[in-house]
């Protein structure tokens, strides 16, 4: 874990952000293999202003527990349906996200901001904005799988009623390692875990809100599958569960090591979670059951169509 603010590690992350070369990158990477991330389980209310308060609050308390990257819960400032996303709609830059460009400014960390609703060109999106310690965005991923499902007597939610869906990747570079980023039902696609363990990620982070059908079935599941099938770190942030709410999240914030352990894990309640994420232990895990290198690329690939 890397030391409290003020210490070698915050040193070598200064010197990341003024000196930002590849090689520098690369040299880092391997002196910093440890650090600590959080998965904030968010109680989001259809109070936006409370909303953006308490996550506030929340990021400040991860980053006072060592964190250097923490995550946020998908809509964490919004209640989660169809029927709130254009009520809560806001541009990129905007409210929600000025105020987590200066949280993670403030606390001096990388800040995955969950999503919100995103509104552009007079399409919305379900939308998640990355932030570095100097309060820069340096990516929004905009999810890419809407999620469209109908269970008979259980559950039908169709987010393309009133969402577009995103297009692109969305990997961004900390001093310790490369960060894949999806939205909840992003996670279900493994060709986009590979498609990022390709491009070199060793953690993938998942805001997601999984509802109490699909949330007991598949949510550790497939993020113990995701991690397993990449030997990466998996971490994913829900909001907490609100019984009152149109849509009832599962909770259980989660992060999974390249083994497929959890190692960190909420309940329903709003709480953040931790892991110390080990890049010497990923590493060791890759040698002593080699994947990557026992593809058998003559026979079958997954490509990303940018590459074509």
């Given at each position: 874990m ?6 070698t ?10 000196q930002r070369?590849p090689?520098l990158?690369?040299?880092l990477?391997?002196v910093m293999?440890?650090?600590?991330l959080?998965v904030?389980?968010l109680?989001?209310t259809?109070v936006?202003a409370?909303?953006?308060?308490r996550a ?6 991860a ?9 946020l819960?998908e809509?964490f ?15 990129i830059?905007g409210?929600?996200?000025q105020?987590?460009?200066e949280?993670?400014k403030?606390?001096?960390?990388y ?9 552009d ?8 904005p ?11 991923h ?14 039908r939610?169709q ?5 577009s ?5 969305s990997?961004?570079?900390?001093p ?7 939205i909840?039902?992003?996670m ?11 491009k070199g990620?060793?953690l ?38 609100d019984e009152t709410a149109?849509?009832?999240a ?9 083994w ?15 892991a ?11 040698q ?8 058998r690329?003559d ?5 990303a169509e940018?590459?074509?």
């Amino acid at each position: 874990m890397c030391s409290p603010p003020g210490s070698t590690c915050d040193s070598v992350l200064a010197l990341f952000r003024r000196q930002r070369s590849p090689a520098l990158m690369s040299t880092l990477a391997g002196v910093m293999s440890k650090f600590r991330l959080a998965v904030v389980q968010l109680h989001v209310t259809k109070v936006k202003a409370d909303n953006l308060s308490r996550a506030r609050r929340l990021i400040k308390e991860a980053a006072g527990q060592g964190s250097k990257v923490v995550v946020l819960p998908e809509c964490f400032n919004s209640p989660y349906g169809t029927s709130f996303f254009p009520e809560y709609a806001e541009r990129i830059p905007g409210e929600s996200t000025q105020l987590l460009s200066e949280a993670a400014k403030e606390n001096n960390v990388y800040l995955v901001g969950g999503s919100i609703p995103e509104e552009d060109g007079g399409k919305l999106y379900n939308s998640c904005p990355v932030f570095g310690p100097d309060g820069q965005l340096m990516l929004k991923h905009r999810k890419i799988h809407l999620f469209d499902i109908d269970v008979p007597g259980k559950i039908r939610f169709q987010e393309s009623e009133t969402l577009s869906p995103g297009s692109s990747l969305s990997v961004f570079e900390t001093p310790f390692c490369k960060i894949g980023v999806g939205i909840c039902y992003d996670m279900r696609f493994a060709e986009l875990a590979q498609l990022y363990s390709r491009k070199g990620c060793q953690l993938l982070v998942y805001p997601g809100a999984f509802n109490m059908t699909t949330g007991p079935a598949h949510w550790e599941l497939l993020q113990r599958g995701r991690a397993l099938d990449n030997q990466v770190y998996v971490a994913t942030a829900s909001p907490a569960r609100d019984e009152t709410a149109s849509y009832v999240a599962w909770g259980h914030s989660t992060i999974v090591n390249p083994w497929g352990e959890v190692i960190a894990k909420a309940g329903s309640e709003e709480a953040v979670v931790y892991a110390d994420i080990d890049l010497q232990y990923l590493s060791d895990v890759r040698q002593q059951i080699p994947i990557t290198a026992q593809r058998r690329h003559d026979l079958y690939s997954v490509k990303a169509e940018q590459e074509s």
